[in-house]
């Protein structure tokens, strides 16, 4: 039922073999890393811009982590971005530079779990494997009428979605869920009377389809808060600095800041300055930049600074130009904290 309904309404994107056609192993692996967590419309630049720039899992091995991590720059979860370039290079150290067909060889390459080998393995290699998504998710609950909330039903969404796996065409099949889940079973609203398994559906059947997945209650993360300095110099350059290689935003660019907390000192935040021959004075801006990560909002304060020609960077810091800031491997709540401080 699904593959007559996928023969007909598959969806074309990039990333997707045409019908007929074997798909690029490393084609589906860089959008599924891109697409985690991530829309469609937001991946498709950076996927093309990817390609193109690095047509090979080869390519993107040999290329500085700093290029990858610049060319991610406004995707978000960065710790993919490293994965990613850990990947192609273990791919190509173990493997020759060719993806295995082997969802347990997949799986033991550096950010790939249980998810994306079974999307790789089967999409490119036609392994017996389902990905699940959160759209698989959705439509399994809906068509079981999975009681359980999330996330402790996970592993009975997986069984039941691997008992709906066919004989043949697994990737056609992964396909398939996944695009059922994007454009007919939505949300709010799912267009049952289009759907291939309208007549098996519980949650249909019940009426209650947009009840499912069930949620459990969902902690709110607690606010931080922080200082960020925006130092300029007057040759039109920006302070910057890299952050820690691990935890949050690990190895991308920022401007210097204090720590950020749930008991945060504006008064005391100046101690976190830049130190600098001749300290300057700090200008403190109004208003908050603000942001939400998965597991907290943050508000940033911004104070700003102007320091003459020729003043040194502090240690660990350096210039940069603030026409090059662009190009830079600035994620997004950086690139807010210096548009506050800059336009
Ligand atoms: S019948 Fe409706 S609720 Fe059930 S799987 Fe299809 S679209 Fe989803």
């Known amino acids: 039922m699904l593959l007559a309904w996928y023969d007909r309404h598959r969806r074309?994107?990039?990333?997707?073999?045409?019908?007929?056609?074997?798909?690029?192993?490393?084609?589906?692996?860089?959008?599924?890393?891109?697409?985690?967590?991530?829309?469609v419309k937001t991946v498709g630049p950076y996927y093309?811009?990817?390609?193109?720039?690095?047509?090979?899992?080869?390519?993107?091995?040999?290329?500085?982590?700093?290029?990858?991590?610049?060319?991610?720059?406004?995707?978000?979860?960065?710790?993919?971005?490293?994965?990613?370039?850990?990947c192609a290079r273990a791919v190509v150290e173990r493997h020759g530079g060719?993806?295995?067909?082997?969802?347990?060889?997949?799986?033991?390459?550096?950010?790939?779990?249980?998810?994306?080998?079974?999307?790789?393995?089967?999409?490119?290699?036609?392994?017996?494997?389902?990905?699940?998504?959160?759209?698989?998710?959705?439509?399994?609950?809906?068509?079981?009428a999975v009681e359980e909330a999330m996330p402790a039903a996970k592993p009975e969404i997986k069984r039941l979605a691997a008992s709906l796996l066919p004989p043949h065409r697994s990737g056609?099949?992964?396909?398939?869920?996944?695009?059922?889940?994007?454009?007919?079973?939505?949300?709010?609203?799912?267009a049952c009377a289009l759907c291939p398994w309208s007549e098996p559906c519980v949650a249909r059947l019940r009426g209650d389809q947009e009840t499912f997945p069930r949620k459990a209650r969902k902690r709110e993360g607690k606010l931080r808060r922080g200082a960020a300095f925006v130092a300029l110099r007057?040759?039109?350059?920006?302070?910057?600095?890299?952050?820690?290689?691990?935890?949050?935003?690990?190895s991308?660019?920022?401007?210097?800041?204090?720590d950020w907390t749930h008991d945060f000192d504006v008064a005391a935040a100046l101690q976190s300055a830049p130190r600098f021959r001749r300290q300057p004075p700090w200008r403190k801006l109004a208003g908050e930049v603000t942001h939400v990560f998965t597991?907290?909002?943050?508000?940033?304060?911004?104070?700003?600074?102007?320091?003459?020609?020729?003043?040194?960077?502090?240690?660990?810091?350096?210039?940069?130009?603030?026409?090059?800031?662009?190009?830079?491997?600035?994620?997004?709540?950086m690139r807010k904290v210096l548009s506050h401080a800059l336009d």
């Open 12 to 39: 074309v994107l990039p990333w997707r073999a045409q019908p007929g056609k074997k798909a690029d192993p490393y084609a589906v692996w860089l959008s599924e890393i891109m697409l985690q967590q991530t829309t």
């Open 172 to 190: 056609d099949f992964a396909q398939a869920f996944m695009d059922l889940g994007a454009t007919i079973c939505s949300p709010k609203k799912p």
């Open 98 to 144: 060719v993806f295995p067909a082997d969802l347990e060889a997949l799986r033991a390459l550096p950010g790939i779990g249980e998810y994306t080998s079974a999307a790789v393995g089967s999409i490119a290699f036609d392994l017996p494997a389902v990905p699940v998504d959160g759209n698989v998710e959705r439509v399994v609950t809906r068509l079981y």
């Open 252 to 258: 991308m660019t920022e401007v210097p800041g204090s």
């Open 295 to 333: 597991h907290f909002p943050l508000a940033l304060t911004v104070f700003v600074a102007e320091l003459p020609r020729g003043t040194p960077s502090p240690k660990g810091a350096r210039w940069a130009r603030r026409a090059g800031l662009a190009d830079e491997a600035l994620p997004t709540v």
């Open 48 to 86: 093309a811009k990817f390609l193109t720039r690095w047509p090979s899992v080869n390519a993107l091995a040999s290329a500085p982590l700093d290029d990858v991590l610049r060319a991610w720059a406004g995707l978000g979860y960065y710790a993919r971005a490293r994965n990613l370039h850990a």
């Open 234 to 250: 007057a040759d039109g350059c920006v302070l910057l600095r890299q952050r820690p290689e691990k935890g949050l935003l690990g």
